[in-house]
């Protein structure tokens, strides 16, 4: 009798199967080998299919394989195994001129999956701007969705990440969800709108459009806190990036105790290495003052259970990008706005010279998401246990970090977070997502990093 012939659907399918057997823990990668290894005969006989499907599911093979490997997994005898195994079948393959196993197919061609992103942020320009980053980097980085956060500007007005996705021409828009503004304050640093007050920009959003619904991608069905959680059991290995106060995180662990299980790595925009801050109070940094609760929540809840990334305020003011980056900007939506925040830091610059020794224009969230995607860049880095100060008159939201270790513990929760101290500034400027911005060349020459801010403080 004729074997059934597999559909383009059902090869599809199973390899999404296959993809889920695969363990996030190197010492179970032997039995998740053997399984593709049986599945020789399927990939013989469904060869031509899975060309047409362009290998787009056995690329998280790859990716998951790699990831081990690069995280230190490779002296364990399962992955020495998985090692030789791959360099045998890759040589045999190249001489038959096609490949047997679709995995090694994906070896040999070095593809990379998608980073899955979900942004929570307060809309401000420069959250903006790396969201600008990350849409240029549309082949390496997938955002899945939007949270929006009270901070810079009310909830009322989300559409800043709306003109921004507009303002991209990406198709198609991530959804986007709101949090709430209830019990939150706001200081309208980027002016009511988000962007500095440039409501005459194009793209033009208006309010009215979107409650008669014209915008599908503002989402009403969950809140912010919500959609985390949907979205972290959605998606295996979700990457976080929060670039607002971390309200959003904190209630949506105030739902869900079990949220951190399902998170591949969280990078924060936040808290501060040394007590120098940008809040009402001066000890704390704006994102952690502004919810201090939920920032003492978010760390003490995800530690141990996974290295959260912090980039520091101290860390941004240290590593400053020239005045040449939004005046050589050619996309005028993004330079307008890029303008009124490049003004407005030189502003607070002039204030606070006597703290600050650094020059040029901060970029706070921006440089978390550059970090997210680039780590290579991290020159140093910290690792200690943190907490985040609920209590103090004057320091509530202070990043509090335990530098040596004490007879009994700070915490009482252990881990350590990720806290860069460093920058290869000479990097920077040359990665790829910063053509985004429409950059001329001699935009790209110069990123200031101050190391005698840090020196002093040391």
């Not at 394989?65 to 079948?89: T, V």
């Not at 009403?220 to 979700?238: R, S």
Request: charged fraction near 25%.
């Amino acid at each position: 009798m004729k074997e059934k012939e597999l559909s383009h659907h059902e090869i599809l399918n199973k390899w999404i199967d296959l993809d889920s057997m695969i363990p996030k823990k190197c010492s179970d990668a032997h039995t998740m080998w053997k399984k593709i290894v049986e599945e020789k005969d399927f990939c013989e006989k469904s060869w031509d299919e899975q060309m047409r499907i362009k290998n787009e599911k056995a690329s998280i093979l790859f990716t998951k394989y790699n990831d081990l490997w690069e995280k230190g997994y490779q002296d364990s005898y399962p992955c020495k195994q998985m090692q030789n195994f791959c360099a045998r079948r890759t040589v045999q393959c190249r001489k038959k001129s096609k490949m047997i196993i679709l995995p090694i197919l994906l070896f040999a061609a070095h593809a990379q999956e998608k980073r899955k992103v979900l942004i929570d942020c307060d809309p401000g320009i420069d959250d903006g701007l790396a969201i600008q980053y990350l849409l240029h980097l549309n082949s390496s980085v997938e955002i899945i969705a939007i949270t929006i956060v009270d901070g810079n500007t009310k909830t009322a007005f989300y559409m800043p990440a709306l003109r921004l996705f507009k303002n991209s021409g990406i198709e198609p828009i991530p959804p986007i969800y709101l949090g709430t503004d209830k019990n939150t304050q706001s200081d309208d640093w980027y002016g009511k709108d988000g962007f500095g007050e440039r409501q005459d920009l194009e793209p033009i959003i208006f309010k009215e459009e979107i409650e008669a619904g014209k915008h599908r991608e503002i989402k009403t069905d969950k809140t912010a806190a919500e959609a985390i959680i949907h979205f972290t059991k959605a998606i295996p290995e979700l990457t976080i990036l929060a670039l607002g106060p971390l309200t959003n995180l904190g209630r949506a662990l105030e739902i869900d105790k079990m949220l951190p299980e399902r998170v591949e790595q969280l990078t924060i925009m936040g808290g501060n290495l040394y007590g120098t801050g940008n809040s009402p109070g001066q000890a704390a940094e704006y994102n952690f003052w502004f919810d201090y609760f939920a920032a003492e929540k978010v760390i003490s809840s995800f530690l141990p259970k996974l290295t959260p990334r912090i980039v520091t305020f101290e860390l941004a003011t240290s590593h400053t990008f020239p005045n040449s980056f939004w005046e050589n900007m050619e996309d005028q939506f993004i330079k307008e706005i890029s303008k009124f925040d490049a003004e407005r830091n030189f502003d607070e610059r002039e204030k606070f010279n006597e703290f600050d020794s650094a020059s040029g224009w901060t970029i706070c969230d921006l440089l978390a998401a550059i970090l997210m995607t680039n780590p290579e860049t991290i020159q140093e880095n910290w690792k200690h246990p943190v907490g985040v100060e609920t209590q103090g008159k004057y320091t509530k939201g202070f990043l509090a970090i335990e530098r040596f270790k004490l007879p009994t513990d700070m915490f009482n929760y252990s881990g350590n977070a990720e806290l860069p101290t460093t920058l290869k500034a000479e990097d920077i400027m040359e990665l790829p997502g910063l053509e985004a911005f429409g950059l001329k060349s001699s935009a790209k020459t110069a990123f200031y990093s101050f190391s005698i801010f840090l020196a002093l403080i040391l």
